[in-house]
C-alpha cells in the first residue's frame, strides 16, 4: 500500500514527515518538485511532479490518495481514487460534488475521508466526544435547551496593530470576508450576510481565561445531523465559527467597508492588491510563533438551570517543532490516513470519525501536539 501525497505546502509538511519517519512507503507529488525536495528530500527521494496521468498509472488498490492541493483538485482526484479502487483523504469541508461520490465510492469499497484537519477536523472530534458524553450522561433529557459554540482561530502569539497576521496568501481570508453565514440563536436561525455584522465576544476557558472576538462562518446548520444531535433535541443556539484577537473589529473596520463594494472583475483585481499589501505588511517573520485557540462547548439546561456544560479546550503556539497551525492540520491528516489504510474508516464519504475508540485515540495524540488541551467541566455533573 502506497501513499501519494498531493501537495507540500506548509500546512502539509509536519504530517508527511511524520508518515515518512513512521517507515510508510509514500510517494510525494508537488507541482513544484524541488519545493517538495526542500521540505522532505532528506527522508525521501520518492518524488514526483504533480500529473493526474502519471498518479493514474502508478495508482493501485489500497493506495491512499492524499490532497493537500487546493481545492478544485479534491473531486478529480477522489474520482481518480475510486476508479483505482483507492482510498482519499482531505482536511477539506465536503463539498456537494465531494457528497455525490458517495454511493461509488461504496460500490468500491474505499473511503474518501475529508474534514479531518484542524478547523474542520479537530473540531468536529470534539464535539463527537462532548455530544457522546453529554447523550450518556444522568443529565441527559430530550427537554433540555441544548447550546453548542465551537470557535477557532489562527492568530499572532504575539499581537500586532493589525491584530492579525498570515501565514500565506491573505487572499482566501478576505474572499472569506464575503461569504454569508447560517446559525441557530435563541432557537431560531441566523441568516448573516456578512461576518462583521455578527461579531460578538466570546469568554474562553482556557488555562488563563481570555475573551476573543468571534463570529459565524458557513453554515453551521447541517453539522447538527453530523454531531448526532437527536432530531427531538430543543436547540437554543448553535453557532460554528471563527475566533479573533480582540480589537480585531477595530484594526480591520475600513477593509470590511472596501470589501463590502467591491464587485466584478475590478473587484477581484483589488482584492489581489489589498492580498499583496497586507502580506507584504503582515505575514509571518521566519521563525516567529503563531498562535491556535480552539474552544468547542456543549450545554444543556431545563427551566433556567444548568445541568450539563463542559468546553473543550485547546490553546497551541509555534515552538522548535515549527508552527501550531502546521502540525494541528496536518498531523490528524496523518492519522486519517492510517485508519483508512487499516480499514478502520468505512467505505464511502465521511468527515472527522465520531467512533469512540478513533476519537479517543486522534485527541491522545493531539494532545501531544497542544501545549493545552483540556476538557473544562462548569458543573458538577
Request: hydrophobic share 40%.
Amino acid at each position: 500500500m502506497t501513499i501519494h501525497w498531493c501537495g507540500t505546502g506548509l500546512s502539509a509538511i509536519p504530517g508527511l514527515r511524520r508518515l515518512l519517519e513512521a517507515g510508510h512507503d509514500v510517494a510525494v507529488w508537488n507541482r513544484t518538485p524541488e519545493k517538495a525536495a526542500e521540505a522532505v528530500g532528506d527522508l525521501t527521494t520518492n518524488i514526483h511532479a504533480f500529473s493526474i496521468p502519471r498518479l493514474a498509472e502508478l495508482l493501485s488498490p489500497a493506495d491512499v490518495v492524499v490532497s493537500m492541493l487546493p481545492g478544485d483538485w479534491h473531486v478529480e482526484l477522489a474520482e481518480l481514487a475510486i476508479s483505482k479502487g483507492a482510498h482519499f483523504v482531505s482536511s477539506s469541508y465536503i463539498s456537494p460534488e465531494m457528497r455525490a461520490l458517495d454511493q461509488k465510492a461504496k460500490d468500491a469499497g474505499v473511503a474518501l475521508v475529508n474534514e479531518v484537519g484542524l478547523d474542520p477536523g479537530i473540531d468536529h472530534l470534539m464535539a463527537h466526544a462532548l455530544v457522546a458524553e453529554y447523550a450518556d450522561s444522568p443529565s441527559f433529557d430530550p427537554e433540555n435547551e441544548i447550546s453548542f459554540l465551537s470557535y477557532c482561530g489562527g492568530i499572532p502569539k504575539e499581537p500586532n496593530p493589525f491584530r492579525y497576521k498570515f501565514s500565506w496568501s491573505p487572499l482566501g481570508v478576505l474572499k472569506a470576508l464575503r461569504s454569508p453565514s447560517r446559525s441557530i440563536r435563541n432557537f431560531e436561525t441566523l441568516d448573516v450576510s456578512r461576518p462583521w455584522d455578527a461579531i460578538s465576544t466570546y469568554d474562553a476557558p482556557l488555562a488563563t481565561p481570555e475573551s476573543f472576538e468571534v463570529y459565524p462562518n458557513r453554515d453551521s446548520l447541517p453539522f447538527m445531523e453530523q454531531y448526532h444531535f437527536g432530531a427531538d433535541w430543543k436547540v437554543k443556539t448553535f453557532v460554528r465559527g471563527t475566533l479573533r484577537l480582540n480589537g480585531w473589529s477595530e484594526a480591520w473596520a475600513d477593509v470590511f467597508k472596501e470589501v463590502e463594494t467591491l464587485k466584478g472583475p475590478e473587484g477581484d483585481a483589488r482584492l489581489k492588491e489589498m492580498s499583496d499589501q497586507f502580506w507584504s505588511e503582515n505575514a509571518y517573520d521566519e521563525g516567529e510563533p503563531d498562535r491556535v485557540v480552539l474552544c468547542v462547548d456543549l450545554k444543556a439546561e431545563r427551566d433556567g438551570v444548568t445541568k450539563w456544560h463542559k468546553t473543550y479546550v485547546m490553546d497551541a503556539w509555534g515552538d522548535e517543532r515549527g508552527s501550531a497551525m502546521a502540525r494541528l492540520v496536518s498531523y490528524p491528516v496523518s492519522y486519517a490516513i492510517e485508519a483508512a489504510m487499516n480499514g478502520k474508516i468505512a467505505p464511502g464519504v465521511s468527515a472527522a470519525p465520531s467512533a469512540p475508540q478513533l476519537v479517543d485515540s486522534w485527541m491522545g495524540k493531539i494532545a501531544s501536539l497542544a501545549q493545552h488541551l483540556e476538557v473544562v467541566s462548569h458543573t458538577s455533573s
